[in-house]
């Protein structure tokens, strides 16, 4: 089941965090699996959990430049 990200967020953090962090960490990459975009609401699945580091990406067989692209956005 899929939640807004303010509702996953009172239910995994006690104060959870203001919309401007928890939109910033959809975006990043900092919340697995990664939350989707609908309209202009993130959902995120229930069990998500927030990842402190970003999450990993693959740059095998990536040229220096494209994976430092990849790692920048």
């Known amino acids: 089941m899929k939640l807004t990200l303010e509702a996953w967020a009172s239910a995994q953090f006690d104060p959870p965090p203001k ?14 699996p990664e939350p989707v975009k609908v309209g202009r609401t993130w959902m995120v699945d229930a069990w998500a959990q927030y990842c402190p580091t970003q999450a990993a990406v693959n740059t095998e ?5 494209a994976a430092a692209i ?4």
């Open 19 to 32: 919309i401007g962090t928890l939109r910033a960490w959809a975006k990043s990459g900092r919340i697995v």
């Open 61 to 65: 067989g990536l040229s220096s430049r």
């Open 70 to 73: 990849l790692m920048a956005a």
